[in-house]
C-alpha cells in the first residue's frame, strides 16, 4: 500500500472513530482539545521536529530553540489560561491546596537566576508552566473524571495508530540508529525509543483501568462495545511495546496494572490501609536492595539488560564528576547545554540526560530541588490516598501513574516534563470540587446521586441501589 494512501485511510479512520466511538461523551467541553493537544505535543515531537526545522540536533539548536515551536506552545498557553479565566478558577484555593508544588515551581523559577543560561532558563520554566495549565484545564472541568477519561483516549486513538502508520509506512521518520552500534531502534511518532515505550505505558495503564472500573457492567451491549475497543487498543500497545524494546515502560506496565488490580480487589477496598502501606513499602525495599545490595545489574539482566543498564552508570559517573553546586545545582534545566553538554558528548554523543530522575533535579536544582520533589510526591500521595476512603475509581488510575513516577524515575528522567510527568499531574494536582455537576446535579453544599451496590463489593455485589448524600465534602452512607 502507498504511504499515502495509508495516511489518508488513517487520517479516516481516526474521524470515524472519534466520532462513533462507544466511550464518546457527547458533554465534553472543547476546551479539552487543548490539553489533547499540548499532550500530544509533549509525548510526541515538537512541531518543528514534525516539520524537520531544524533536521540535526546540536548544542546551539538545544539553547535556541525553534520560533515555530515557541509560537504554538504560547498560544496553547494563552488558551489554557483563557479558559481558566472563563472558568472563574480560583487560584488562591489552587496555591492553598497545592503548597508542595507551589514551593518546588517558586524555586525552580529563582534557581534561573543563578543559571549560565539566564535567558534559556527562564523560557524553559514558562514553556512548562503550560504543563500545569493544561492539567488544570481538565481537573476544572464540570465533571473532571470523565474529562481525564477523554483526555487519556483521545491521545491514545490519535498516538497508537499514528505509531503503527509511522513505523510501518514511514521507516524513515519511524526508525533511529544508535550512534556507536549502528543497530534501529523504533521511535514511532517521537524520537526515542523511550518515549514511545512511555507512550505505550500511559496508554496501556489507561485501557487497562477503564476495563477494569467498567467490567462488573460487561453485559450492557453499550460497556461491551468500549471493552472490545480497549481490548483492540491494548493488543497494539503492547505490541508496540515490543517493538520500542523499553525494559523501563515493561516493568512500570506490569507494576502499574498489579496498582490497578489491587486497588479494585476486594481485600484493599475493605481495606484501603493496606494498599497504603504496602506501595511505599515495596519502594523503600527496592531502595534497600537496589543501593545496599546492588541488585540493579541483576535485575537488569532478567529483563534482557546488561548489569550496566545499558549504559546509564556510565552516564551517572559522568555527570557526578562534574561537582556541580551540591546544594542549588546549576539552575532549571540549565546542566544539559554549554560546556557541560559538549564534555558529556566527548564520551557519549547525543546524550541530554541522566536517565535519573532524581539525579537529573539534583543536577539542575541540587538537594534542595531533591528535597523539594520528595515533598512534592509525598503531597501527591496524600491527595490520593484521601479519594481511596471512600473508594473513588479515579484514585486507582493515579495511584498507578503515581506509583510508576517513583520507579519509572530510576532509569528514566520523567521529572523533567514528558508524558508521564503530565499524567502524574492529573492526580498530584489537588483541586477544589466543581460547584456543580449538570448531569448529576451535584453542587458542593448538598447534592445526591445514586449509584449501582455492584460497585462496592463489600455490599455484596448486588445489583441493589445505594444512595449517598453529599455534604460538604463529606459523604454519609444511607440505608
Not at 165 to 183: C, F, H, M, Q, S
Amino acid at each position: 500500500m502507498p504511504p499515502s494512501l495509508a495516511l489518508l485511510i488513517w487520517f479516516v479512520l481516526l474521524l470515524g472513530l472519534l466520532y462513533f466511538d462507544p466511550a464518546k461523551d457527547s458533554n465534553s467541553s472543547w476546551a479539552l482539545w487543548v490539553p489533547v493537544i499540548w499532550i500530544f505535543i509533549v509525548g510526541s515531537r515538537l512541531p518543528s521536529q514534525w516539520f524537520e526545522i531544524p533536521a540535526r540536533m546540536g548544542v546551539d539548536t538545544l539553547e535556541e530553540g525553534n520560533p515555530l515551536d515557541r509560537t504554538i506552545l504560547s498560544v496553547l498557553i494563552a488558551l489554557a489560561i483563557v479558559i481558566l479565566i472563563s472558568r472563574s478558577f480560583k487560584w488562591g484555593d489552587f496555591f492553598a491546596r497545592n503548597f508542595a508544588l507551589t514551593a518546588f515551581l517558586s524555586f525552580a523559577l529563582v534557581s534561573v537566576f543563578w543559571s549560565d543560561f539566564l535567558p534559556v532558563s527562564s523560557k524553559r520554566w514558562f514553556r512548562d508552566l503550560g504543563n500545569y495549565l493544561v492539567i488544570l484545564v481538565v481537573l476544572s472541568d464540570a465533571r473532571p473524571v470523565e474529562a481525564i477519561r477523554t483526555l487519556l483516549r483521545r491521545l491514545s486513538y490519535l498516538l497508537i495508530p499514528l505509531s503503527i502508520l509511522i513505523i510501518k509506512y514511514y521507516p524513515e521518520t519511524g526508525k533511529r540508529y544508535d550512534v556507536w552500534t549502528g543497530a534501529s531502534t523504533y521511535t514511532g511518532p517521537t524520537t526515542s525509543k523511550n518515549m514511545l515505550g512511555a507512550l505505550c505505558l500511559v496508554s496501556g495503564i489507561f485501557f487497562i483501568w477503564d476495563t477494569v472500573t467498567r467490567w462488573s457492567d460487561r453485559k450492557e451491549r453499550h460497556t461491551k462495545s468500549i471493552i472490545m475497543v480497549n481490548i483492540v487498543f491494548m493488543a497494539m500497545t503492547l505490541w508496540l511495546l515490543d517493538l520500542a524494546n523499553s525494559a523501563t515502560s515493561r516493568v512500570c506496565l506490569m507494576i502499574g496494572c498489579l496498582v490497578i488490580l489491587a486497588a479494585h480487589s476486594g481485600t484493599f477496598r475493605r481495606h484501603p490501609s493496606f494498599l497504603k502501606v504496602l506501595i511505599p513499602v515495596c519502594f523503600c525495599t527496592y531502595l534497600i536492595l537496589a543501593f545496599g545490595f546492588d541488585i540493579n545489574g541483576d535485575l537488569a539482566g532478567a529483563v534482557g539488560r546488561n548489569p550496566t543498564l545499558t549504559g546509564r552508570t556510565v552516564i551517572w559517573n559522568i555527570v557526578l564528576n562534574m561537582h556541580t553546586n551540591p546544594l542549588v545545582g546549576t539552575g532549571y534545566e540549565s546542566f544539559w547545554m554549554g560546556p557541560r553538554l559538549q564534555e558529556v558528548w566527548r564520551t557519549m554523543p547525543g546524550i541530554n540526560e541522566s536517565h535519573n530522575g532524581y539525579l537529573e533535579v539534583y543536577l539542575n536544582l541540587g538537594l534542595f530541588g531533591v528535597f523539594l520533589i520528595v515533598g512534592l510526591l509525598i503531597a501527591a500521595y496524600r491527595n490520593i490516598c484521601r479519594r481511596l476512603t471512600p473508594f473513588s475509581s479515579i484514585a486507582s488510575l493515579n495511584l498507578a501513574f503515581w506509583t510508576l513516577m517513583l520507579f519509572y524515575n530510576m532509569t528514566e528522567a520523567a521529572f523533567r516534563g514528558g508524558l508521564i510527568w503530565v499524567t502524574f499531574l492529573l492526580g498530584a494536582i489537588a483541586v477544589s470540587e466543581p460547584a456543580e455537576d449538570p448531569v448529576r446535579g451535584l453542587n458542593s453544599q448538598c447534592g445526591r446521586y445514586e449509584q449501582h451496590a455492584a460497585d462496592f463489593p463489600e455490599n455484596g455485589g448486588s445489583a441493589a441501589v445505594v444512595s449517598y448524600t453529599f455534604e460538604k465534602s463529606r459523604w454519609d452512607t444511607q440505608t
